[in-house]
């Protein structure tokens, strides 16, 4: 077998031999769209390897390509296990122990974890018999590979995110797979949880079986894989090795432009205060939180997903309500108890959940933008009137530079960055004097990611006050003014920026 | 047993529910624990259970369906006209004929709803209006009483004299109840094809991506609903000894009450035989107790829907998921998919 | 005159286009057939009989808007039919005055609301499945209904109530005017008003409408009260028009009236869906019916050439969607 292909890196692990998969020249147009051009793409046997790129850069048509939902264009070369196939049904791929498992992981919420986990035996169209112990044993033995523990008989719609991904893998070895591919695999998953998911990762790594994460979150990317290949607008960017790699380096090989990262951090201390927290605390969520956002400063929290931070949000926005402590928004005591409240009160929440939560994916972009506001826009008779709507979505439309066709289109036809910058708009639209801002860069392409804090250090500028809430290290040490460190329900730990490097606060975070 | 437990916790409710239901009424009215009055049960609603496990099958696989009362009507008058051509018939005939016509409609309800993407609500409504109109069209809603004898002879399966002389028997419809529940029973819980339904009514998109065959599977769900509505047909003529074309009409919605009640979740994925049993069962009791009991029949009615009406909320609020608050939209959302 | 054309689709949906169209292609073969179709009396008969459905439409439109459905709006207009013909009975039968037969609407309109409202407070608070709590509802009311009326009708109001269900004013029948004031009204709240748009987003995602700030629950609420407020108008006027109440009257149409809002293009999901296109489809589905009564078909041939004709449109729509989709594929490219 050969070992070598275009853009390889050097073989550098030792005891790793022969390539599980081997694609050369990988072309694939869609009714004249190159979605792919001369692609090459290759994974060892029991590597941990990672495919990185922004959104549209043909990561998941060489997935499916792989896994046989495409059939490739001429001149490609498929090499599977040694085997050469010119394109490969889905049936084969499953065959031959290659498994995708998707972002949305493609479970059964209503099945237990067995039932998950053997579901595949029972694919097929010839009536059979099954029984319910044996496939029970079988997905055990699956589990037990992983060296994981689950209740077999549990609902799988009562595991949190991270044991449902425990669950996906346990199927695909259970389907006898070799090869996986994680589509997105950490973009639900807390730091915790995400070094869990590379345990279990590596457990399968040294038991032969390779796995390609596909992601477009850096930091993760470079930590958890050995190589990745990176993809740009359909073409082969290089394989690199990741010991000698930077997030910045990547992201401006995934991106071809290079980003800077700059602390932006400044003192805003002597401003007022718009948003002072007093020993807030509810059970089994946060506890005795105090803090304080002034104006025109942006405040970031970090923590990793349970740490509390999206439960201190929903009390800000009147969601749930705080068991004890004050709230202050401009000195007057508040205790939002709806939405409703909290947006008049001056409050707006970027939800972290863009897709079922912050905008209605189906409807407008001009209904999105007024659904916080319509009594802003009513005309004759306390009706809503389509003149005023129009002129308040095409202000909006215009201030933040959002790039769409229509407003009567539905928000779903945007891009993620269009999308978020439009749930901007629906918050801003209220004019807030506190804006939180949940997770705002999650499914935002790296390139698109500095446009949203542009618009963010704008806002602030103009005097709102700011709290970025985020699980990306990163993200709040270069673009907040404070951090802080929230975990198990307590802000433990304040961050400068401007003082402090960002290695102290991951090790701090990650610690 | 904690898989029973969290696994059945609509069921075991019921259970718990009915036991104690029947344990008041069998204090309060003589006459409840007799076999007279547990066989009359069973063979008044020997029907609607047939029915009831056909339409938990496609509940399970995610569709709902409206038409399958109207389509036993129809599989009734279809039939006669059958059995006249083939000479009179018998029950072999009669259930080969009635079992093909039904899945017949049912695989038109299928086709529809699989090539054309219209979700099961929509096309079901639509063949309802569409084979109950062309029933009364082509009939001119005539009755039929001429039918042929085999068909009509009461056969016990089961007779017992009490000491005190009343009679109590099982008439053959209870039978081919037991039967099509064991059958349903042994394709949704003992089969692959019932694991691939309950998955495409879970999760259509991963079902596909698992490589099920989802045409295959509408059609599994919507055919075994015909079949149950041909059989329930040919067992309602032979309690009644009459053929009327509207005579079943409106009792879709009263199985459907039953059958979400016994825990099948609108939407998919989710409901056991059990559950579907114990709903039809206890909207009969509560209908047994409360004629035991002298109530007014035409009080009936009133009572049994405010006691679904106080289950179905009792049940949300304790048991409430907020994810599933979502209405029809997230019941029938997924139903649509692309190829 | 394209752009005319293209205003025109802007303003009324190129569904209400298509199916106007369609309306117009019916209205033409069916006078070529019958010369009586053209006729007054044939357009007369038309008009009384098309409110009653058309107002239970509406009543089902709202809440299929919402995300939901109303299987017990047949029941709650012959509740509320029932109340009035009961008040009116009490103040002396046919000998009734109209001060009485106001109090009988406004308890009838009273009784309707409760109805949907409580329905209304069902789905909101515990978060119970639409189908399932109207349907109990629905059994409910039917049980209420025949245990009331022991199975049998009531008649006997005074004569001026049946004017109302018969009589014109300016030559319109005044059934028409009342199904064409509430569609107008039904409209206007859909459209332009605050709780109309909170009904099409909660329709759409119930979740991210609640995290926007909008009213969920009391909207739920409403809807479902004010659907049960137009079933009581509709039980007015079938007291009016056939002159007696009997539970289970209309009870074939319950069904009708989900069929007429998805051939008008309400989206079954929730969140689409506009009274325009909805009042023409029922159009169509009243011409379809008098047209082929004139031919010598009966109701029952009408009944199943509605169902055939939904599946016939739902087909159409599939297709035109893969086509829309194949052409701008192309158009991308």
Same mark, same amino acid.
């Given at each position: ?55 549209g ?15 490739p ?13 010119a ?6 791929a ?24 053997a ?22 033995k ?10 077999l008989?549990?609902s ?43 345990r ?7 038991e ?22 990176v ?70 929290v ?13 009390s ?28 008049s ?9 863009r897709?079922t939560l ?42 933040l530079a ?28 209220t ?33 709102i ?21 929230m975990?198990?329900?307590r ?12 290695s ?8 | 047993?904690?898989?029973?437990v969290?696994? =059945? ?15 008041c ?51 009734? =008058? ?9 000479g ?15 899945? %017949? ?5 299928? =086709? ?15 063949t ?7 029933l ?8 039929i =009483?001429?039918?042929?004898?085999w ?78 509505? %041909? ?12 053929v ?94 692309r190829? | ?27 033409v ?42 299987l ?19 103040a002396?039968g046919?000998?009734a005055?109209?001060?009485a ?5 406004v ?26 709590? #109207? ?56 459209k ?9 987003m909660?329709? #759409? ?21 004010l ?6 108008? +509709?039980?007015?006027?079938m ?57 010598? +078909? ?24 893969r086509?829309r ?9």
């Open positions: 077998m050969t070992a070598s292909a275009a853009g390889e890196a050097p073989e550098s692990e030792s005891g790793v031999s022969g390539w599980a998969l081997m694609l050369r020249n990988v072309n694939k147009a869609f009714e004249g769209v190159q979605a792919l051009e001369d692609v090459s793409f290759s994974v060892r046997i029991g590597e941990i390897h990672c495919l990185a790129g922004e959104n850069c043909g990561k998941s048509t060489l997935i499916k390509i792989v896994t046989g939902v495409y059939s264009d001429s001149g490609t070369e498929i090499e599977v296990f040694g085997e050469r196939h394109s490969i049904t889905p049936a084969q499953r065959t031959l122990g290659i498994s995708v498992i998707w972002q949305d992981l493609a479970l059964f919420p209503h099945m237990t974890v067995a039932e998950n986990i579901f595949d035996e029972s694919v097929g169209l010839i009536p059979k018999f099954f029984s319910q112990g044996s496939s029970y044993r079988r997905a055990e699956a589990l037990n590979r992983l060296r994981v523990d689950l209740d008989s549990a799988l719609n009562s595991l949190p995110i991270a044991k449902r991904q425990i669950v996906a893998i346990a199927r695909a070895l259970h389907a006898n797979a070799k090869l996986i591919f994680m589509d997105e695999p950490t973009s639900s998953l807390t730091q915790s949880e995400t070094d869990n998911l590379l279990i990762v590596k457990t399968l790594s040294t032969g079986v390779s796995v390609v994460f596909v992601s477009h979150r850096l930091a993760e990317v470079i930590e958890i894989s050995s190589r990745l290949t993809l740009r607008n359909g073409r082969l960017v290089g394989v690199y090795d990741t010991s000698d790699m930077t997030q910045t380096r990547l992201g401006s090989l995934m991106t071809g432009q290079e980003l800077v990262s700059e602390v932006s951090a400044r003192d805003c201390s002597g401003n007022p205060p718009v948003l002072e927290i007093e020993g807030l605390s509810r059970s089994g969520e946060y506890s005795d939180v105090s803090l304080k956002v002034r104006s025109g400063e942006i405040v970031g970090i923590g990793l997903i349970g740490a509390g931070r999206t439960e201190l949000a929903h800000l926005i009147g969601m749930t309500a705080p068991d004890s402590g004050s709230l202050r928004l401009n000195g007057r005591r508040i205790s939002p108890r709806s939405v409703r409240d909290a947006i009160a001056g409050i707006a929440y970027v939800s972290e959940d897709l912050g905008l209605i994916q189906q409807q407008s972009i001009s209904a999105n933008v007024v659904i916080t506001v319509l009594s802003k826009i009513l005309g004759l008779m306390g009706l809503i009137s389509p003149k005023r709507q129009g002129s308040l979505v095409s202000k909006w439309i215009d201030e959002i790039q769409i066709g229509h407003p009567d289109h539905a928000v779903s036809t945007l891009s993620g960055g269009n999308q978020q910058r439009v749930v901007l708009a629906k918050w801003l639209t004019s807030p004097r506190l804006l939180i801002l949940d997770s705002p860069t999650v499914g935002v392409d790296v390139g698109a990611r500095a446009g949203i804090f542009r618009i963010a250090r704008k806002l602030a500028d103009e005097g006050a700011i709290l970025l809430i985020s699980d990306e290290v990163h993200e709040v040490h270069y673009n907040s003014d404070r951090v802080l460190h975990r198990n329900g802000i433990v730990w304040e961050h400068d920026p401007a003082s402090a490097s960002l102290q606060l991951e090790a701090r975070v990650y610690a | 047993m904690r898989r029973l969290t696994g =059945y916790t609509v069921e075991l409710r019921l259970l718990a529910v009915l036991l104690a239901m029947c344990v009424l069998s204090i309060l009215s003589e006459h409840f624990l007799t076999a007279g009055n547990l066989t009359a049960l069973l063979n008044n609603n020997a029907v609607n259970l047939i029915w009831a496990v056909g339409l938990l099958v496609v509940l399970i696989s995610g569709g709902i369906d409206i038409s399958f009362a109207v389509a036993a009507s129809v599989v009734q =008058y279809v039939a006669v006209y059958c059995f006249g051509a083939l009179g018939g018998n029950w072999f005939f009669g259930f080969v004929v009635c079992g093909m016509l039904g899945i %017949g409609l049912g695989l038109i309800n299928a =086709y529809l709803i699989h090539s054309f993407r219209i979700i099961s609500i929509v096309v079901t409504i639509a309802f209006n569409a084979f109950f109109g062309l009364m069209f082509f009939t001119s809603g005539r009755f =009483y001429n039918l042929p004898s068909w009509v002879d009461r056969i016990f399966i089961f007779e017992h004299q009490a000491a005190d002389g009343t009679w109590s028997e099982l008439n053959l419809s209870v039978a081919v109840m037991a039967a099509c529940v064991f059958a349903t029973w042994v394709i949704i819980a003992g089969t692959n094809v019932g694991r691939q339904i309950y998955a495409f009514g879970d999760n259509p998109e991963g079902a596909r991506r698992a490589g099920v065959n989802i045409a295959f599977m509408q059609a599994v769900a919507f055919g075994w609903m015909g079949l149950m509505a %041909g059989i329930a047909g040919l067992m309602q003529v032979n309690i009644v000894k009459e009327v074309p509207n005579a079943l009409i409106g009792r879709e919605l009263d199985v459907l009450a039953a059958v979400v009640l016994g825990g099948a979740r609108l939407g998919g994925g989710k409901g056991s035989i059990l559950g579907c049993i114990l709903g039809v069962m206890f909207v009969a009791i509560t209908q047994n107790g409360l004629n035991l009991l002298g109530v007014s029949p035409f009080a009936f009615q009133m009572i049994i829907g405010s006691v679904i009406l106080i289950a179905i909320s009792t049940s949300n609020l304790s048991l409430g998921d907020a994810f599933e608050r979502l209405p029809l939209a997230a019941a029938f959302k997924r139903r649509t998919l190829r | 005159m394209n752009e005319a054309v293209a205003a025109l689709k802007r303003r009324v949906g190129p569904e209400t286009l298509a199916l106007a169209g369609f309306l117009a292609c019916l209205v073969a069916f006078s070529a057939f019958s010369p009586r179709f053209l006729s007054v009396a044939n357009f007369n008969s038309m008009a009384f009989q098309l409110p009653v459905l058309g107002l239970l439409t509406l009543a089902m439109l709202a809440p299929i808007l919402s995300g939901g459905l109303n017990a709006i047949i029941f709650t207009a012959n509740m509320s039919g029932l109340t009035l013909a009961w008040v009116l009975i009490q002396g046919t000998e005055g109209v001060a037969f106001f109090v009988g609407c308890a009838a309109v009273a009784v309707g609301a409760t109805a949907g409202g409580l329905m209304g407070l069902v789905v909101a608070y515990t978060g119970a499945h639409p189908i399932l709590v #109207s349907l109990a509802m629905m059994i409910f009311l039917r049980g209420l209904g025949e245990f009331l009326t022991r199975g049998g009708d009531i008649s006997g109001f005074p004569e001026f109530v049946g004017r109302i269900g018969h009589g014109s004013l300016l030559g319109i029948p005044v059934p028409l005017l009342v199904f064409g004031a509430v569609a107008f009204g039904w409209h206007v709240m859909l332009y008003s605050r709780h109309g748009f909170s009904v099409y909660i329709g #759409s995602n119930i979740r991210a409408s609640e995290y926007s700030g909008l009213p969920t629950a009391r909207t739920l609420t409403l809807i479902y009260t659907s049960g407020v137009l079933c009581a108008i +509709a039980g007015i006027l007291v009016s028009r056939f002159n007696s109440v009997r539970v289970g009257h209309g009870e074939a149409l319950l069904l009708v009236t989900v069929l007429a809002c998805f051939l008008g293009g309400v989206d079954p999901f929730g969140g689409f869906g506009r009274v325009a296109p909805v009042a023409v489809a029922l159009v169509i589905l009243q011409v379809l019916s008098s047209g082929l009564n004139l031919l010598g +078909a009966n109701q029952h041939l009408s009944t199943a050439v509605w169902g055939l004709f939904l599946i016939l449109v739902m087909v159409l729509r599939h297709m035109l969607s086509a989709i194949f052409l701008k594929k192309r158009k991308e490219i």
